[in-house]
């Protein structure tokens, strides 16, 4: 590959309604899109999912636009790769920094996918044409939760995700199944427990749960091992896997029986892929999560819950739960239940970049100097 410049661009815009959980509210979401361009013109784009404060992980869009501009992007100029498996290579002499690795390798997989004229799908080993949507629900009340889930039921949706927390749980969740006694429901409480509340929990097993989500703290990896001894329901993990040792380790403990497989997370899709692979073999079952992503990470999210492994639908929503307007064209839709895995090259979507231009609160440019 033969990559002539890369392209940051800091974009920010609102959600169409805050976004709860027991960490913090947002309310504005702030993304990196990258873009790299090839010496023939092609470019591949990917999107730094890092939030503006550190409240999911340590990363933030700060911390992400110095590692890619003074750190990843350097090293990129002085090392040509020929496939974007390369570039995660070379990225793990850098320490963590998943996300920002994860902007710009992804970029590299569209580019990629593009100068083959492959979809992303295709050339990642995708196999389905069309993959089940999920939806997450993160209100401030119990009404206003039960009013989301039927606007979400009535748009097609085929699985629900609430957040939980030790304060609004087993009232929250009975409500729901009172209206709702049907749905396919998980909950989520991004670490908001700890093994003292082993009954609190364990209460929960008499909702009919596909799982629950990251209940204890992302380094709990033997407590949560000790909890899905006591658990019936399902312990997936989200936030305890940022690697592929990771996922090796928890299923290796017993910790979780599905994992949440985010690329941003893990440092990009080609480790995204070795965790998906790696839980095929060992039955484990694994979904997409999301990070509420604008299009570009949406599309890649789309390629990746293509691979035969992800056999539960995932956070993967249309851009319309989040945006007014996406920064993609088309945005993507949820048809049925369903959104179709694109087969035009790269990730399949085109870039609205009028709608880019009025979002960006900062761009940079990085030339290479191709000798
Ligand atoms: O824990 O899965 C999570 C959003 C941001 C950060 C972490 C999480 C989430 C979500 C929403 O639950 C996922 C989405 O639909 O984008
Ligand atoms: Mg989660």
Request: hydrophobic share 40%.
């Amino acid at each position: 590959m033969k990559i002539a410049n890369v392209k940051l661009r800091v974009i920010s815009m609102p959600l169409k309604s805050p976004f709860h959980t027991h960490l913090g509210t947002v309310t504005e979401r702030e993304g990196i899109i990258v873009e790299v361009t090839e010496s023939n013109g092609v470019s591949g784009f990917g999107e730094g999912v890092a939030f503006s404060t550190p409240w999911y992980t340590e990363e933030t869009v700060k911390t992400s636009l110095h590692i890619l501009s003074d750190i990843l992007i350097p090293m990129l100029m002085k090392n040509s790769i020929e496939h974007p498996k390369e570039a995660s290579i070379l990225f793990k002499s850098i320490r963590r920094n998943h996300m920002a690795k994860a902007g710009l390798e992804m970029a590299i997989w569209d580019l990629y996918a593009k100068m083959n004229a492959k979809s992303l799908s295709t050339v990642i080993g995708g196999t389905r044409a069309k993959i089940a949507s999920g939806v997450v629900v993160a209100a401030d009340s119990l009404s206003s939760s039960l009013n989301q889930i039927e606007k979400y039921l009535d748009e097609g949706y085929q699985r629900f995700k609430i957040k939980i927390n030790p304060r609004e749980d087993y009232r929250l969740l009975a409500e729901i199944r009172r209206h709702y006694p049907e749905i396919p429901l998980m909950a989520d409480a991004n670490s908001a427990y700890t093994l003292k509340d082993v009954e609190r929990l364990k209460a929960l097993d008499d909702f009919n749960l596909l799982m629950i989500e990251q209940p204890l703290a992302s380094d709990d990896i033997i407590e949560h091992a000790l909890l899905q001894k006591k658990l019936q329901t399902s312990i997936c993990l989200d936030e305890s896997i940022i690697s592929f040792e990771d996922a090796k380790n928890a299923i290796e403990l017993g910790s979780c029986k599905i994992i949440n497989i985010k690329a941003g997370r893990v440092g990009g899709l080609y480790e995204a892929k070795r965790i998906h692979d790696y839980c095929l073999d060992k039955g484990i079952d694994v979904w997409c999560g999301g990070m509420i992503e604008f299009g570009v990470s949406r599309a890649h999210n789309i390629a990746l819950a293509s691979l035969p492994g992800f056999t539960i639908p995932g956070d993967i929503s249309a851009s319309n739960r989040f945006w007014e307007e996406d920064i993609i064209s088309p945005e993507v839709t949820v048809e049925k239940g369903y959104v179709s895995v694109p087969t035009s090259p790269g990730i399949g979507f085109g870039i609205n970049e009028k709608r880019i231009r009025e979002l960006t609160q900062v761009e940079k440019t990085f030339k290479f100097e191709n000798k």
